[in-house]
């Protein structure tokens, strides 16, 4: 594969980024309602929120395994072996998530109970994740339709499942929220009721249109082969250490609330919206993200290692020019972007300067970022942990420092992120000049 055209880029990346743009405004929707429910509400669905993605993201991390080598297979034009790795992954996805769902939904509570400090915010999100946990099995198995589809560079279906989604959950939390049309009022439990309802109708859509598609008959999906466990192995060399990576990554974005919500409530309410809004923002780059592993791994399973490092630099030159440009738009109108979080004025107001800090670390994840997912596109997902291990561990000593030994304010327990984003921006720089990722067969 040569260097990809700027065409080429946004025809694999629009649908994927206009899916995450209606997966996140499920995240952004139930943060926007609950903010005019209360910071308490506000603040628990941050707890909660976290709590299950890091379990999300472990499906996540395995499906972007799965991403991986069905790139590679793609590449080497060995389309009947993508069959078995799909069906054999979605066994795996299907267990570990239902598992999951049900230790959650069991001790979910009591795990909270050991973290959290405020008795209010510690009931709003026990309520919060009991409910949305119950969306972990469609998420996930989500998930892997998205790994296919992204993984052949035929994405269209991306964004129509996901605008399924988010247009359900908008109307659901305006009825299950707040009790419309004849619905009860269940707040921050309608919101929970409300996403995991919207997963489900997305994942019948890809299944719907994945059967009926003739021109996927050479890939043979939906085989229900027999459970092949070296297919699973193979999938899982891959996938382990991006799913514990995936895991480290969201269980230190955990501690961080847990750090921030010994803070105060407010502190709480605040990095819950500049959360929604960083994840709102951060979807070309993320879209980007996932075509460079993709594009990737395929040129490596074409025998073109040396276009490997064109095709990076080519898409963190279009990575940074998308999110640069949202960035500047967005600096002229913070107060209107954080008022459709909350209508409480005060709140605005202690929102901006966190705003600020993260329009900054924005522009530096959307370069760094790339040249992770360059890393994890060479398949040696070991060394991807690694560089996420040692970068989180400074990530977060540094929030501690700032937000629990020198107790400054919540602005400055943000420039962690800036922390973040250099160090494994220049650790993956590092390991793709010096690294043997041209020797790693998959």
């Known amino acids: 594969m040569s260097k990809p055209s700027n065409k080429e880029i946004w025809q694999i990346s629009g649908p994927i980024m206009l899916s995450l743009l209606a997966q996140n405004i499920v995240g952004v929707t139930d943060t926007a309602f609950l903010g005019r429910v209360g910071e308490v509400e506000l603040g628990a669905s941050a707890i909660g929120g976290v709590f299950y993605l890091i379990l999300f993201m472990v499906g996540f991390g395995f499906t972007t395994g799965v991403q991986i080598l069905?790139?590679?297979?793609?590449?080497?034009?060995?389309?009947?072996?993508?069959?078995?790795?799909?069906?054999?992954?979605?066994?795996?996805v299907g267990i570990f998530s239902l598992v999951m769902t049900v230790v959650v939904y069991l001790f979910g509570s009591s795990f909270l109970r050991l973290a959290l400090t405020s008795d209010?915010?510690?009931?709003?999100?026990?309520?919060?994740?009991?409910?949305?946990?119950?969306?972990?099995?469609?998420?996930?198995?989500?998930m892997l339709f998205r790994s296919f589809y992204t993984g052949i560079s035929f994405t269209k279906y991306l964004s129509i499942s996901a605008a399924i989604m988010a247009i359900l959950n908008i109307i659901l939390d305006y009825l299950l929220i707040f009790g419309h049309a004849g619905f009860p009022k269940m707040g921050i439990q309608g919101a929970g009721i409300a996403s995991s309802i919207s997963e489900g109708c997305a994942?019948?859509?890809?299944?719907?249109?994945?059967?009926?598609?003739?021109?996927?008959?050479?890939?043979?999906?939906?085989?229900l082969v027999k459970p092949d466990l070296a297919i699973i192995k193979k999938t899982l060399s891959i996938s382990v250490?991006?799913?514990?990576?995936?895991?480290?990554?969201?269980?230190?974005?955990?501690?961080?609330?847990m750090l921030v919500e010994k803070m105060g409530e407010r502190p709480l309410a605040v990095s819950n919206i500049i959360r929604s809004i960083y994840i709102f923002f951060m979807i070309p780059g993320w879209a980007l993200c996932s075509v460079t592993s993709s594009l990737v791994s395929s040129a490596i399973g074409e025998g073109k290692p040396e276009s490997v490092m064109p095709i990076i630099l080519k898409i963190m030159k279009v990575s940074f020019l998308a999110v640069s440009g949202i960035v500047l738009i967005a600096l002229m109108f913070p107060d209107f972007i954080i008022s459709i979080y909350t209508n409480n004025l005060a709140l605005v107001e202690s929102t901006i300067p966190s705003f600020y800090i993260i329009m900054g670390a924005l522009t530096i994840f959307s370069v760094m970022s790339i040249l992770f997912n360059g890393?994890?596109?060479?398949?040696?997902?070991?060394?991807?942990?690694?560089?996420?291990?040692?970068?989180?561990s400074a990530y977060l000593g540094f929030t501690w420092l700032i937000a629990?030994?020198?107790?400054?304010?919540?602005?400055?327990?943000?420039?962690a992120e800036y922390v973040y984003f250099t160090l494994i921006g220049l650790l993956s720089l590092w390991y793709l000049k010096k690294g043997n990722w041209r020797a790693k067969r998959i």
């Open 375 to 392: 890393v994890l596109g060479t398949a040696n997902t070991r060394i991807s942990l690694v560089i996420e291990a040692i970068t989180l």
């Open 404 to 415: 629990v030994h020198l107790k400054l304010t919540i602005e400055l327990v943000w420039i």
């Open 241 to 257: 250490f991006i799913m514990m990576q995936f895991v480290l990554s969201f269980g230190s974005w955990f501690v961080f609330f």
């Open 70 to 92: 069905v790139a590679r297979r793609y590449g080497e034009k060995n389309y009947s072996a993508i069959g078995p790795v799909f069906d054999n992954s979605f066994y795996f």
């Open 203 to 223: 994942l019948l859509f890809f299944i719907w249109i994945t059967a009926g598609n003739s021109k996927l008959k050479q890939f043979h999906l939906f085989r």
């Open 120 to 142: 209010p915010i510690y009931e709003a999100s026990s309520i919060f994740l009991k409910y949305r946990i119950l969306g972990l099995f469609f998420a996930t198995s989500a």
